[in-house]
């Protein structure tokens, strides 16, 4: 299949598994308990828009599904080795969540051929009564075609989430606005991005299909290139369209016991802290368009273009080509109290108070 393709050209680095006894189990709860308190900051959180809060929890919760589709297939069910990303992540390896693909596809193939659950239950009953052993291939059986049968009507975070378009209001009768949002997962940095654009379309000289927008916007933002290379792609890219903001939401790193890189938060976790204690990163890039431009290219003679607005007072913006960068954090209290005295300088960067998740995973306070 093209998922085993794929992952032959990675390295045995990136094949790294979680080693010890319930690993997996852990993993995915913990992960888990990322998000939710990700969930709990957002209440806190300033948001540009009101909508900005809706559009961030929709996302969340979506990959928090495809976790519990994890935990099924790893924990519950198959109990095979999982992969586990080597770079400054501490998600899954994207290779598991192209693996996660290629089982929703084969679901209704599989379930085709395989008894029904109440079947299976029946021959693993009388099983226990005749022989009084556990019917291990029964049990297995049952646990897979649970596992397809859930997988099937379940939602699974891809490399690519096509979201949802809204319009919004607009004072020049010769365009319409709109506000897009959609979410990648990028194969290489191995991390979750939300997007959300504003633009303008110009109905003189574009159509009520909207189905181009989609596929140039997935093209552009497959990888995570510079806020102002992607906006700038999708203006040229479409005469129509004329991209006004664009912001990204990098969910993550996550720093904790089972991430396998070297970041310096990731050894301040691992060699202080315990097992349940994390540092979830995440971060905020905005371009915007502060002016048109009439091109005077033999190829696009009058063709209007954004000129995008990036600070150059600031030189994290300036390496990022963004108008705006924010960095957040989510921590427990006695990880913050450590990185106050030791990271004191990363602290103030931040552009809001680190927030502090109230109980561990097993519901302490």
């Known amino acids: 299949m093209k998922t085993f393709d794929i992952s032959k050209h990675f390295s045995e680095l990136d094949r790294s598994i979680l080693v010890g006894e319930n690993a997996y189990q ?35 919760r979506n990959f928090l599904q495809t976790l519990s589709l994890f935990r ?24 598991e969540l192209k693996r996660l693909q290629a089982d929703k596809e084969l679901a209704d193939q599989y379930l085709s051929k395989t008894e029904k659950s109440s079947r299976l239950k029946h021959e693993i009953l009388e099983h226990l009564i005749k022989k009084q052993t556990q019917p291990e291939n029964l049990l297995h059986q049952t646990g897979l075609r649970l596992y397809y049968e859930q997988i099937k009507e379940s939602y699974i975070f891809e490399s690519f989430n096509q979201g949802e378009l809204k319009q919004i209001e607009s004072n ?15 194969d290489v940095l191995n991390r979750p991005f939300i997007y959300i654009l504003v633009f303008d379309f ?11 927008v989609f596929e140039t916007i997935k093209k552009r933002t497959v990888n ?48 202080h802290f315990g097992e349940d204690d994390f540092i979830f990163q995440f971060n905020t890039e905005i371009i915007f368009s502060k002016g048109e431009m009439s091109s005077n290219n033999f190829l696009s003679k009058g063709e209007i273009f954004q000129i995008f607005h990036v600070d150059d007072s600031n030189m994290e913006c300036m390496e990022r080509m963004v108008s705006s960068y924010q960095r957040y954090m989510i921590t427990s209290h006695r990880v913050l109290q450590y990185l106050k005295t030791h990271f004191a300088e990363d602290i103030n960067k931040l552009a809001a108070p680190p927030y502090i998740y109230k109980t561990d995973l097993n519901g302490k306070k």
């Open 202 to 212: 110009l109905t003189s000289i574009g159509n009520s299909d909207r189905t181009p």
């Open 72 to 95: 099924f297939k790893f924990i519950e069910n198959i109990n095979q080795p999982m992969l586990v990303d080597v770079t400054e992540s501490g998600y899954p390896n994207s290779i």
């Open 224 to 271: 995570t290139a510079p806020l102002k290379v992607i906006a700038a792609d999708i203006d040229h890219d479409i005469a129509s369209v004329q991209p006004k903001i664009l912001k990204r939401i990098d969910l993550g790193p996550i720093h904790n016991h089972f991430a396998r890189d070297e970041h310096p938060l990731t050894k301040v976790v691992q060699e």
């Open 26 to 60: 852990k993993y995915f709860k913990h992960v888990a308990f990322v998000f939710d308190s990700f969930l709990s900051a957002l209440e806190f959180l300033e948001h540009d828009e009101p909508f900005e809060h809706e559009i961030l929890e929709i996302y969340a």
């Open 172 to 186: 020049n009768p010769e365009k319409e606005r709109f506000l897009y949002h959609w979410a990648t997962f990028d």
